[in-house]
């Protein structure tokens, strides 16, 4: 029986060869969309990750962040670079990198996303002598007025990482905004201690993703975990081999303008501290949590100041707590702003003493190789640095039972934070 050939003369053969055909282009496209719009798009939204600050991104959790691209990187935190350009001391004591990646951030339900973008900067913390609070003139001359590492929002108390880790999360409300509506964005700080006494390292992340807000407990978890992620391949890179804590699962939101607590009740950052009668009777604070930068904001009416008779839900005193390179930079801001204008000594020069414009200083040994502890109590208009020009005309001078309680607050808070973080006891006088 004569076999059927299937040749484009017949017209079974036509409708085969046609078939085919089609398959064939269908696959063809198919192939080119999966190699052109599958593997190598993802390529290179992964070189990006790869190349961006030195290759220490953790490319999973910033997807989780940033979606699977295409990604943008950007130059970072500029003037971060440019203060350590600029400063031999900064070069010599070690590395910085800072890169800003952006994409178009995770669908949520479905929806389109608008812009996501990690703002990334990893440090190295040169390793300081117990006891060495002391300010390099020159640096301070060379550095201008660049800070040497990037400052979290803390007019707020800001929440600590847990998990083992070194670290905290703040958000605009941490700097005592009081607009709920600009919820979308966050810092997130990890200080690691090297092995072997080789310093330590300081990862800062600025993430924000248009798309959600941070009351998405997820999202905080997204956010903390670029920066931990980030903080373990940098360990393992440049040689520290710090000791690590685990992914964070959750974080707590820091803590709002609207959530103040008694100050009798305060069991965190402001447990300790004394109250004044009436006078002092709130407080914003945070969970005691290793943070290298601690905050507690006593509230109380402020009679110094003209116009109507203020609440005692109005700030009142900051106190601060500084650990490692948050207590070398906060000298150093210290020298910048008031070195040239001041003859008496500030917390670069003794372990203790009062501060320009109101408010005292205490150090504390810590034998970690962070150098020592820095603790402030400022009163509220005196910190501000965009306070009314107007504010000093008619302040009051503080009283000597104003003196004596900033001295009792700074003890007991310093004190308190002191030993949490495993230093001595802190010297409140020069």
Request: charge should be neutral; charged fraction near 30%.
């Amino acid at each position: 029986m004569a076999r059927a050939r299937l040749t484009w003369r017949t017209r079974t053969g036509r409708a085969v060869l046609s078939s085919c055909g089609a398959l064939v282009a269908l696959a063809l496209i198919a192939g080119g969309y999966y190699w052109w719009g599958g593997p190598r798009e993802h390529r290179a939204a992964q070189q990006v990750l790869d190349e961006a600050c030195d290759g220490v991104l953790p490319s999973r959790e910033v997807r989780d962040v940033l979606g699977d691209g295409p990604f943008e990187k950007g130059p970072g935190r500029v003037d971060v670079l440019l203060a350590a350009e600029d400063s031999d001391r900064a070069r010599d004591e070690g590395r910085t990198v800072t890169c800003t990646v952006t994409g178009d951030g995770v669908p949520v339900a479905g929806d389109n996303t608008n812009e996501a973008e990690v703002q990334v900067t990893v440090q190295s913390v040169p390793r300081r002598r117990d006891a060495d609070f002391g300010v390099d003139r020159a640096s301070v001359r060379e550095g201008g007025r660049d800070r040497r590492y990037p400052r979290p929002a803390a007019e707020l108390p800001p929440a600590g990482l847990g998990g083992g880790w070194r670290g905290l999360f703040t958000t605009a409300e941490s700097e005592g905004d009081t607009d709920r509506s600009d919820r979308h964005g966050a810092t997130v700080v990890t200080l690691l201690e090297c092995a072997r006494d080789r310093g330590g390292l300081l990862v800062t992340v600025d993430a924000k993703d248009e798309d959600v807000t941070l009351d998405d407990p997820r999202r905080r978890a997204a956010f903390a975990r670029v920066a931990t992620g980030t903080a373990a391949k940098a360990s393992g890179k440049w040689g520290c081999d710090a000791r690590l804590g685990e992914p964070p699962r959750t974080v707590a939101l820091p803590v709002n303008a609207d959530e103040s607590v008694r100050l009798a009740d305060a069991s965190g950052t402001c447990r300790g501290v004394p109250g004044r009668g009436g006078q002092l009777s709130r407080a914003w604070e945070s969970a005691s949590s290793g943070s290298p930068v601690e905050v507690c904001v006593v509230a109380g009416e402020r009679p110094e100041l003209p116009g109507p008779r203020s609440s005692d839900e109005a700030p009142r005193y900051h106190l601060v707590a500084s650990y490692g390179p948050y207590a070398d930079s906060e000298r150093l801001d210290y020298e910048r702003r008031h070195g040239e204008y001041s003859e008496k000594p500030g917390p670069g020069d003794a372990a203790a003493g009062r501060l320009v414009g109101g408010g005292r200083w205490a150090s504390a040994v810590c034998r970690d190789g962070s150098g020592p502890a820095l603790f402030t109590v400022r009163d509220e208009g005196a910190w501000r640095e965009d306070r009314s020009p107007t504010y000093d005309k008619h302040r009051a001078k503080p009283s000597a039972a104003d003196l004596a309680y900033e001295r009792t607050a700074l003890e007991e808070f310093a004190r308190r934070s002191a030993r949490a973080h495993g230093c001595e006891a802190p010297k409140l006088r020069p």
